[in-house]
């Protein structure tokens, strides 16, 4: 689990971190900003119930969207949520004394979910599951008691990545988190303002402002988890393809249905000789394949076989002429 370093409440940023600090910071402004435009998260005479955990991603979270309410043409209001769990050693008065200095409205909801867990899960097995859907019944009853119209949560884009190729390999699914959403019990609205944020960016946000982080020992218990490993073929992908993380959130946000396999995005069924050419045909695909091919043979041309290796490439054009 990627979790920020652990520094000293004494630790004073350089000059050089608080230059770091203060671009991060609207960079985060920036793509919380977009996505809260993009897919209308926040609403005027809002009442966002914004769930703090402890981790670096819900405190990145809750900060942003205060320095965003300070500049925003809107008004709405922030009540920071965080449910103690009853974990054995959870450090009760590290958030309430951390919220105390921001001066905003915020409630610690006591719930004993780890023993439910402990008693359910056998000893080894995944607990995450469980432990997601009695912690969102939980903040869901919690919403609804202080009236908030929206739950912000902390996914950030790498979250929505890794959960899109967790249902794609195990469930079968061409799904992610979306950015916005309805709650199970269909009574609210849910909300993931950092949907366009790096982890990267978030870890490195966590360290210059110092938040003080709580880990959660249920999930650091299993190392093994199928998001561990999925995380780590990410991270290797982008340090061999860098980019290739990117290209992928930008896929997720241009989806063709007629170009995939399922009959209820696309009607496939009434398609025939007189429908025309759809979203390019077979051509849709081609083209950067082809450049992709292109490229790789051209970084692979040795000094000794340029004639060998550009005959090659001419024939590659040659398949290109429809």
């Not at 610690?108 to 469980?130: F, H, M, Q, R, W």
């Not at 959960?163 to 916005?180: D, W």
């Not at 998001?227 to 896929?251: C, D, V």
Request: aromatic share 6%.
């Amino acid at each position: 689990m990627n979790t920020p370093k652990k520094l000293s409440s004494s630790h004073k940023l350089s000059s050089t971190q608080q230059t770091q600090l203060s671009k991060l910071e609207k960079r985060l402004r920036r793509h919380v900003g977009q996505a809260i435009a993009e897919y209308n998260m926040i609403e005027d005479g809002d009442k966002i119930m914004v769930c703090l955990s402890g981790g670096k991603d819900s405190y990145a979270m809750l900060t942003i969207l205060m320095l965003l309410k300070e500049s925003a043409p809107i008004h709405f209001d922030i009540i920071a949520v965080n449910l103690d769990q009853k974990q054995p050693g959870f450090p009760e008065h590290i958030l309430p004394s951390y919220l105390d200095t921001l001066g905003i409205e915020y409630h610690i909801v006591e719930e004993n979910t780890y023993a439910i867990v402990k008693d359910k899960i056998p000893e080894g097995k995944t607990t995450c599951s469980l432990c997601s859907r009695l912690r969102r019944a939980v903040l869901y009853k919690a919403a609804k008691n202080l009236g908030a119209t929206k739950i912000a949560l902390g996914h950030h884009r790498d979250d929505m990545i890794e959960t899109l190729m967790l249902n794609m390999f195990y469930g079968g699914k061409m799904k992610a988190m979306p950015a916005k959403l309805v709650s199970d019990n269909g009574e609210h609205v849910v909300i993931r303002p950092l949907a366009f944020c790096k982890e990267a960016e978030l870890i490195q946000y966590a360290e210059l402002k110092q938040f003080p982080i709580i880990p959660c020992n249920l999930c650091d218990s299993q190392p093994n988890l199928q998001r561990q490993n999925i995380k780590r073929m990410l991270q290797e992908w982008h340090e061999q393809y860098p980019g290739r993380i990117e290209s992928m959130f930008t896929a997720m946000r241009n989806v063709v249905p007629s170009h995939l396999c399922d009959n209820n995005l696309f009607d496939f069924k009434t398609i025939n000789s007189t429908s025309g050419i759809i979203n390019g045909g077979d051509t849709a695909f081609d083209q950067p394949i082809i450049a992709e091919i292109k490229a790789g043979m051209a970084n692979d041309i040795n000094k000794n076989s340029s004639q060998s290796s550009n005959t090659q490439l001419n024939e590659l054009n040659v398949i290109e002429i429809k």
